[in-house]
């Protein structure tokens, strides 16, 4: 049995206001229903996920647990800019330990983490090609980063896109490098982290 709840506020979350969810990203709340399972009763948000096509129910008791978190406020947008802007930070580990923390970051939630992860695998057109592995991160991670830039700023995603492109072209990978003064730029900060 499902009931639909007449109060559309709880724990701070309201119907209607868009939310990040860690796993998946910006969602839209769509209601917070009362459900009973296995003879207990549940409160429960109900999400959407418009570009997944798929909707969450998630207990209103967990959604703290689950990370569930209200848009970043300008604050932490503009941080997540100027990390953009930033050198990239590539450890000499192997890509299987790379890729791991690489996904940490984007299921973390945290939009400044997220940003971190697109300046480390954001590749220029001077640069060579990714591996699909880092293509597929770097993606996912790109668009967590757009959605809620867009969110936040009520712009559309493509609006979005265009202040991510702005800030990765100000970086110093981004500024059309050569290949080799590329690469000799991420050996010298490959050493700097290593000392």
Same mark, same amino acid.
């Given at each position: ?117 697109? #300046?480390?695998?954001?590749?220029? $057109? *001077?640069?060579?090609?990714? +591996? ?6 770097? =993606? &996912? !991670? ?30 110093? #990978?981004?500024?059309?490098?050569? $290949? *080799?003064?590329?690469?000799? +730029? ?6 700097? =982290? &290593? !000392?």
């Amino acid at each position: 049995m499902m009931t639909a709840k007449k109060t559309a506020n709880k724990l701070g979350f309201k119907t209607g206001e868009a939310i990040v969810y860690p796993s998946h990203g910006v969602g839209h709340i769509l209601a917070i229903e009362e459900q009973e399972v296995a003879g207990f009763k549940l409160e429960l948000f109900v999400i959407s996920f418009d570009k997944d096509k798929m909707t969450l129910r998630v207990p209103t008791s967990k959604a703290a647990s689950v990370g569930m978190r209200k848009l970043a406020d300008g604050e932490v947008v503009s941080k997540a800019l100027v990390t953009l802007t930033g050198r990239a930070r590539v450890k000499r580990t192997m890509w299987s330990r790379r890729a791991q923390e690489y996904e940490a970051k984007i299921n973390s939630g945290d939009l400044v983490s997220i940003a971190e992860v697109v #300046r480390d695998l954001h590749r220029s $057109d *001077a640069q060579p090609e990714q +591996s699909y592995s880092e293509r597929q991160l770097y =993606e &996912a !991670a790109l668009e967590r980063v757009i959605s809620e830039l867009a969110a936040v700023n009520r712009i559309t995603d493509t609006e979005g896109r265009k202040l991510v492109e702005e800030a990765l072209a100000k970086s110093p #990978r981004g500024a059309g490098k050569t $290949d *080799a003064a590329a690469a000799s +730029s991420e050996d010298d900060e490959v050493q700097e =982290e &290593a !000392a």
